[in-house]
């Protein structure tokens, strides 16, 4: 296990909630928060996963509890949620990042696949978002992260379901975060758009393509994903953040030409999104759509995927994301230096 030492971002004696909480993202962003001294909470369907991401936790320093929920069943959320409210009293941060997947044209996913993805990915985040907000509101106090996807405003061929759910989330969350503010409410949501991430989605995704299911390069660890989301968790107020520097390029090119990015990814976004490497070898999955791929009869995937020789482990994007207010403060000084010493400088050349 990777060495997550307590950082600056301390959430010691926090409760914090992660959907999807057994592998990738989630299950990274469950390690950061304990290794800053939160007790964490673990939502997901695998069991293997659950169990191997409870015993990092507490080798992280946290207290860990599992919850084995289907986050597209909306009782069994607020069950969750009760359940984490009677082990640890209340609930201070609520990340929402389970989902699931379908790679195929849009004309080869079924009606039922479609909502399936739908389910899980979109209002599962509602169902989230709802059940913590149930618990966050009498209190006047806590955070819902939501963990979303440069996808969220820019979509991709062979990802028209997931595409579509994290633009639902998108709109979803910036409704929700006009009613809190409206309010007063001390509860606050923001947003963390991911950009490509070595988990193991790829592995789990329903994939009817020739090719293994691959993200788009350049690839970032889940650790990246992670400080960001403990970052986000701790600052609330902000209404999003943006990691790793393609993400920052794929949503100001959408806004800008978004046309020109449509003819782009029409030529480039079926190779990109295929390993040619073993086509031939692999025929596809059915994936955890259905049942996880981490269940009674399954494995741990852990968090990482197979991308490992290529993945990067940091972003200096998301750095200066996370600091935005220290360079603004950096950039004024540095500034005013400069009138001063260009002001000593005609001074001088006055004597």
């Known amino acids: 296990m990777r060495d997550f ?127 913590a907000l149930h618990h966050m509101l009498p209190r006047d106090r806590g955070t819902v992260v939501q963990v979303g996807s440069a996808l969220a405003y820019r979509g991709v061929p062979l990802q028209s379901a997931y595409c579509g759910a994290k633009h639902a989330i998108q709109g979803f969350n910036e409704s929700l975060r006009c009613e809190l503010l409206h309010s007063g409410s001390g509860v606050r949501t923001t947003m963390v758009q991911l950009p490509a991430v070595n988990t193991p989605q790829f592995e789990w995704v329903l994939n009817r393509m020739p090719g293994r299911a691959r993200p788009v390069a350049p690839v970032f660890q889940p650790e990246v994903a992670a400080r960001a989301i403990v970052h986000a968790a701790s600052h ?9 520097g393609p993400t920052v390029a794929t949503l100001i090119a959408n806004a800008v030409a978004p046309g020109v990015l449509d003819r782009y990814l029409a030529r480039t976004g079926f190779d990109s999104q295929q390993d040619q490497r073993d086509a031939g070898e692999y025929g596809g999955g059915p994936g955890n759509l259905w049942a996880p791929a981490d269940g009674p009869h399954g494995r741990d995937f852990g968090a990482h995927g197979r991308f490992d020789d290529e993945a990067a482990s940091g972003s200096p994007q998301d750095w200066v994301s996370r600091n935005r207010g220290r360079m603004g403060a950096g950039l004024a000084l540095a500034g005013g230096l400069g009138v001063v010493a260009a002001g000593l400088r005609r001074g001088a050349g006055r004597r």
């Open 5 to 131: 030492r307590r950082g600056p971002l301390s959430q010691h004696g926090k409760v914090v909630v992660v959907t999807g909480a057994s592998g990738g993202v989630g299950r990274a962003a469950a390690r950061a928060f304990a290794a800053r001294g939160a007790s964490v909470a673990l939502l997901a369907r695998g069991r293997e996963g659950l169990a191997a991401a409870a015993d990092e936790v507490q080798r992280a320093g946290g207290e860990a509890l599992v919850v084995t929920v289907d986050m597209a069943d909306a009782k069994a959320v607020d069950d969750a949620a009760q359940q984490v409210v009677d082990a640890f009293g209340h609930i201070d941060v609520w990340v929402n990042n389970a989902f699931a997947g379908v790679f195929a044209p849009f004309t080869e996913i079924t009606p039922d696949e479609f909502r399936r993805v739908t389910e899980v990915t979109y209002l599962g985040y509602v169902f989230g978002t709802r059940a």
């Open 236 to 244: 609330g107020r902000r209404r999003e953040y943006w990691v790793g």
